[in-house]
């Protein structure tokens, strides 16, 4: 069984870069799709980006789009989420997830899609 833990979250101010790391223990990663959601407060979870297992495609949320990158590096079983230009409304807790199935590029935006997920990071972008 994967289990995900993130790390690199952070107090930053607008404008500012982070990069987030999801780390696999238990199997290999590179079987999975790999997802990043966040949740902000008082608001529902919400995806953010996805990238295939063999890291030839990758999805993300029109509020991200050219500012975040997802990519993977399955020999270290580690999947990264490269956030530039951070904005405030970007403050959140970021989660990254794993699934097994075959998602559909329709369905790897869906919460309940994903099996394993990590606790959560927190990314605060404030002034």
């Known amino acids: 069984q994967v289990q995900l833990g993130e790390s690199g979250g952070g107090l930053v101010q607008p404008g500012d870069s982070l990069r987030l790391s999801c780390a696999a223990s238990?199997?290999?990663?590179?079987?999975?799709?790999m997802g990043w959601f966040r949740q902000a407060p008082g608001k529902e979870r919400e995806f953010v980006a996805t990238?295939?297992?063999?890291?030839?495609?990758?999805f993300y949320a029109d509020s991200v789009k050219g500012r975040f990158t997802i990519s993977r590096d399955n020999a270290r079983n580690t999947a990264y989420l490269q956030m530039n230009n951070l904005k405030p409304e970007d403050t959140a807790v970021y989660y990254c997830?794993?699934?097994?199935?075959?998602?559909?590029?329709?369905?790897?935006?869906?919460?309940?899609?994903?099996?394993?997920w990590g606790q959560g990071t927190q990314v605060t972008v404030s002034s």
């Open positions: 990238i295939r297992s063999n890291g030839g495609s990758t």
């Open positions: 997830a794993q699934t097994n199935r075959r998602l559909s590029n329709t369905a790897v935006h869906l919460l309940h899609m994903y099996e394993t």
């Open positions: 238990g199997r290999t990663l590179s079987t999975y799709t």
